[in-house]
């Protein structure tokens, strides 16, 4: 006996008709955790939150330090790789563990065009 498919009753994607720079005025008035959230929007949105140039990092994200750390690393890598310009970084200054990372942190990220830095308490 053969299953019938049910229809999709979405209409056109119209989020991704959308201009570019209309994406981005979006995205810039949206935290990180809803820009993140976009990217189930469409694969056009999803691209342009892998690749938004503001990065605001939270520890409280993640179950571990290592984890945390591993994030930024991985996150700043994928700027300088894909050669992008960060507009913005903001990295919080606790747990101590993190201190000895907040350099190569801050060298990564201005060896990437950065333009501002934050430093959350």
Not at 28 to 40: C, E, F, G, K, P
Not at 54 to 79: A, G, I
Request: net charge positive.
């Amino acid at each position: 006996m053969k299953r019938k498919k049910k229809k999709n009753n979405v209409g056109p994607d119209r989020n991704s008709d959308l201009p570019e720079f209309i994406i981005l005025q979006i995205m810039s008035h949206l935290s990180t955790s809803q820009i993140v959230q976009t990217s189930v929007l469409s694969k056009t949105w999803y691209r342009f939150q892998k690749n938004y140039p503001v990065l605001d990092f939270y520890l409280l994200h993640h179950h571990s330090v290592e984890n945390f750390r591993h994030h930024v690393y991985k996150s700043l890598s994928h700027f300088s790789q894909a050669k992008i310009l960060l507009e913005a970084v903001c990295f919080p200054l606790w747990p101590e563990e993190l201190f000895p990372h907040l350099d190569s942190w801050i060298h990564l990220a201005l060896d990437n065009g950065l333009r501002k830095f934050r430093v959350r308490l």
